[in-house]
């Protein structure tokens, strides 16, 4: 079985759940002409059945992006969940 186009098998190294709504950590073949190779996720349904989208996308709901660095990927997930935490601690 392939992949629907425009997706990737995610391998989550990392996964944070912060008031039910989960942030991933990992790594993935994004394919055409794109060295990335380490993503971070948000949102409850990101990740479907195993895939994630091989695209950027980023609204407070959920969101995708893809970084060639390793360590730069790191330093967004560790960001969003302080975030995530402020924002908890802090409703508008």
Known sequence: MSNPCGTTKANVLEKTIIEGIPIYFGTGVNPVNSPAQFFVAWGVKVLSNGLIPTFN????EEGFLWFVDEEEAEEKYQRLIEEFQGQMSNPS
């Open 57 to 60: 996308h980023e609204s407070l």
